[in-house]
């Protein structure tokens, strides 16, 4: 167990309330999902609702990142059915489910290490200028809007956005990627792991972006195997046991104890 596994939870934010009298941002429906003729994921339904951060828990192979994939449009379920905001969905391509403000973070980013951190925010969302037959890049108003999205959104750490994103440390990408989300205004966003092989700071940092996108008003799917990352922030915690949603629980409804025992516990 890596050192930073018992690292003492961010305090709660023991006043957020969600309101889930409205639509959820993202819904699935009585999904089922086969890889070939392994069946792997059996009739889950799972909502996700604005400013709400749902923690997707259980053990190696429950068919955690095979959900966050079926959200991310880069796996079609076998059957059931996706809504978003209200409406049924089905994504083509992953890039049908980012355009409708669907984005996920992944532990190995989709960051270009060589460029600088406003290339990487701007990465497939260029402001460019057309001029006659050319078709200029807004550099310094890509320059001056990541800076500033950056600040607002609480990255005080990141000292200039002309930093190669080498530079930055793995919490600090990953907070990158949540700003990012947030500014370009994605209404999900998902997290598969975040936290993997980051020290305490970067994890607490990671942690506190994932508030900040919650406050938001994003939903928020995150997927961790550290309860003591999970149970601070996630508002409700969804248990997965071989590709089936065994409990689902509020906010303080189990303690971290109970937690472990639960995942651990084979059916
Ligand atoms: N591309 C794939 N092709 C075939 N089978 C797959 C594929 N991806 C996942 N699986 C299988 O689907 C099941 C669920 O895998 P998934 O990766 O969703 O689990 P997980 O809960 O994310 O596990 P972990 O905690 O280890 O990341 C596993 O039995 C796995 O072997
Ligand atoms: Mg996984």
Do not use: C
């Amino acid at each position: 167990m890596p050192l930073h596994a018992q690292a003492p939870a961010p305090i709660p934010d023991k006043t957020h309330v969600i309101d889930r009298s409205g639509e959820p941002v993202f819904e699935l429906r009585s999904v089922s999902h086969s890889y070939g003729r392994n069946k792997v994921i059996f009739d889950v339904s799972l909502a996700v609702w604005p400013g709400e951060v749902v923690g997707l828990v259980g053990d190696n192979g429950a068919g955690k990142s095979t959900l966050l994939k079926i959200f991310a449009g880069y796996q079609h379920p076998t059957s059931g059915t996706l809504r978003f905001m209200g409406k049924d969905v089905r994504f083509a391509t992953p890039a049908d489910a980012r355009a409708m403000g669907i984005e996920a973070v992944y532990q190995d980013l989709a960051i270009v290490d060589q460029l600088s951190l406003w290339r990487n925010f701007f990465l497939g969302k260029e402001i460019v200028r057309t001029i006659g037959p050319l078709h200029v890049l807004e550099r310094q108003r890509m320059r001056r809007e990541a800076q500033q999205a950056i600040s607002e959104l609480g990255l005080t750490r990141v000292r200039s956005v002309e930093e190669p994103v080498w530079t930055l440390s793995g919490g600090e990408r990953q907070s990158v990627a949540i700003t990012r989300a947030m500014h370009f205004g994605a209404k999900l966003l998902m997290l598969d792991e975040p936290t993997a092989a980051l020290s305490v700071r970067e994890t607490r940092n990671v942690l506190a972006s994932i508030g900040r996108a919650r406050d938001h008003g994003l939903g928020v799917l995150y997927i961790d195997h550290n309860m003591n990352h999970v149970l601070p922030v996630a508002d409700r915690i969804v248990l997965l046991e071989l590709g089936r949603v065994v409990r689902v629980m509020d906010r303080g409804e189990v303690s971290l104890e109970e937690l472990q025992d639960l995942i651990a516990r084979r059916p």
